[in-house]
């Protein structure tokens, strides 16, 4: 490497050790660099990425004060604190497989595990600072975001035979194609590319193509081949979780991006649209696990917001609402008790009153404390119709509907619909399509979950079994995970045929198929081998 281009880079080292910074400045300096800065936690980098433009960025994952490396890097692409012509390089001891496929989902320029050698160190500086150097033009116009321009340049480059950053160049370009929504390009692109040689970069950006380009079978296709291979399994569960909710397949949506999470979880974006998906699947615990994971992981990031506290608490209260075990809901209403504790201690001046009353009314409502939950809705400011959180508005209309405004809930409902329409930054269309679920189910079930399973299984008991059937039918539509209504609305089916009824076998084809999945209780367990063997003496095919 000239030795110019070594005088003159500006180089940032974030690390918080003090005698690991002293070794990166001995070697650096000895290797000829001479303009290093330091950063021994994260706020001290931004401060010095906002005033100064680094060639290159060295900084340790494992950063305690704070911020880690991992939270430091997204913030500084979020915020375009550094440039795409800037170099980083991430360091660190930790090598789980979740902390290093989150990492490389951000895309550093590389990636060095602790110990290394000063010439491990030396040659990977050497082969970033040269690269961004002889590519600078081209980062640049995409830094200005003037893609169409870049491919020009791009392609003036691939065109000069002394070049040497040819498979760097063509990726450059693909991704300027899809960002442009050249997606016919983009296709015809990517496959020349692969008839030279197999990136894994260019499959990515074909499938992506495709996906755009709407011809999903073929995606499909490209997207189960890659799942077979470590190195695109991840990319592939993610792109098949988005290709599925483009085709309204939302619990296959689920389980892909469920897979994705497992592998990197840090991701928040993809936990949040597993959320939502969970929430329109009414996979209630899954959504609020989901919601769990991203209070934790948000915690001093970037997506560290007021709302991951409430979400998580409102999570909580979705799914407590929709199981009958009595610990799990304590567990869970201490759990939101905590969330809202956190919410103060991490943002002690923001105004959340209304939301947080809000929550604590449909936690009332959820310890049976009607009155108490009344009281707090009803002191709520009601010329105040502006939405500032779709998640709090929606929240309310959950505690209008469950405390028995039903009124007041649907003219929110439609309030909110409006907002979302109006303004689709606001909210994802997953996230859409559930207030627009919520709006239909709880206009046609005016029960809450609680009382809605509770009438059922009193009439149940009093023998009025087409009362029953209608109410745990209406049950399984709202809380299709729950294991003894399923198994309640089961032997409803089978006890309504016994008088006559006619008999609903895809419904009970739906309950077996939940009932298989779940480790029953001795009773439960009792009561649905006594259906199966009453199916088996009517010929009944229950399983699919």
Not at 363 to 369: A, G, M, Q, S, T
Not at 456 to 472: M, R, S, Y
Not at 514 to 535: C, G, M, P, S, V
């Amino acid at each position: 490497m000239p030795a110019k281009i070594f005088s003159k880079a500006k180089i940032l080292i974030v690390e918080e050790q003090p005698l690991a910074q002293s070794y990166m400045k001995q070697s650096l300096e000895g290797l000829g660099f001479r303009q290093l800065r330091f950063a021994d936690h994260a706020i001290s980098a931004k401060e010095q990425c906002q005033d100064e433009q680094f060639d290159l960025i060295v900084c340790s994952f494992n950063l305690s004060k704070h911020q880690d490396g991992y939270q430091l890097y997204e913030e500084l692409k979020v915020k375009r604190l550094i440039k795409n012509s800037t170099g980083f390089i991430f360091i660190s001891a930790e090598t789980s497989g979740s902390l290093v496929h989150s990492v490389l989902e951000l895309q550093p320029d590389d990636f060095l595990v602790k110990p290394f050698t000063i010439y491990e160190l030396k040659s990977r500086i050497e082969k970033v600072l040269l690269r961004k150097h002889h590519l600078y033009s081209v980062y640049q116009l995409i830094d200005d975001e003037n893609d169409s321009k870049a491919i020009k340049k791009i392609d003036e480059l691939l065109q000069n035979k002394s070049n040497t950053y040819s498979a760097i160049l063509l990726r450059l370009k693909g991704d300027a194609l899809l960002r442009l929504n050249r997606n016919e390009d983009a296709k015809t692109f990517f496959k020349s590319v692969l008839d030279i040689q197999k990136f894994t970069w260019a499959k990515v950006g074909l499938v992506e193509a495709l996906i755009a380009n709407n011809e999903h079978i073929l995606a499909q296709r490209m997207l189960k081949t890659m799942l077979q291979r470590s190195e695109t399994r991840l990319v592939a569960l993610d792109l098949l979780g988005r290709l599925d909710i483009k085709l309204n397949k939302f619990d296959d949506a689920q389980l892909f991006f469920s897979q994705a999470v497992d592998i990197a979880p840090r991701n928040i974006e993809r936990q949040k649209t597993l959320s939502h998906v969970s929430l329109l699947n009414h996979d209630y615990e899954k959504s609020y696990l989901t919601q769990k994971d991203i209070a934790s992981y948000a915690k001093h990031s970037i997506h560290d917001h007021p709302d991951i506290y409430l979400n998580a608490a409102r999570a909580g209260i979705d799914f407590a609402l929709t199981t009958d075990q009595t610990d799990q809901v304590n567990r869970i209403a201490r759990q939101t008790n905590q969330y809202l504790n956190d919410l103060k201690q991490q943002f002690p001046n923001s105004n959340n009153q209304t939301q947080i009353d809000v929550l604590n009314a449909r936690l009332h409502y959820l310890k049976d404390e009607h009155k108490k939950a009344k009281a707090l809705i009803e002191q709520l400011d009601e010329s105040d119709s502006q939405i500032r959180s779709v998640d709090g508005a929606l929240d309310k209309a959950k505690a209008f509907h469950e405390l028995g405004f039903h009124n007041k809930a649907q003219t929110l409902f439609n309030q909110i619909i409006s907002h979302c329409e109006r303004h689709p930054s606001v909210s994802d269309p997953v996230f859409l399509r559930y207030i627009q679920q919520q709006q239909t189910e709880r206009r046609d079930i005016k029960m809450g979950p609680k009382e809605l399973n509770n009438h059922a299984v009193t009439q149940f008991n009093k023998g009025q079994l087409n009362i029953a059937l209608e109410a745990f039918t209406q049950a399984f539509r709202i809380m299709p995970k729950n294991a003894s209504i399923a198994l309640n609305l089961l032997q409803c089916l089978f006890d309504s045929n016994a008088q006559g009824q006619s008999f609903n076998l895809l419904l009970a084809k739906k309950c077996y198929a939940l009932l298989n999945e779940y480790t029953l209780h001795d009773e439960q367990a009792t009561r649905f081998e006594k259906i199966k063997a009453q199916a088996a003496k009517m010929n009944l095919q229950l399983s699919e």
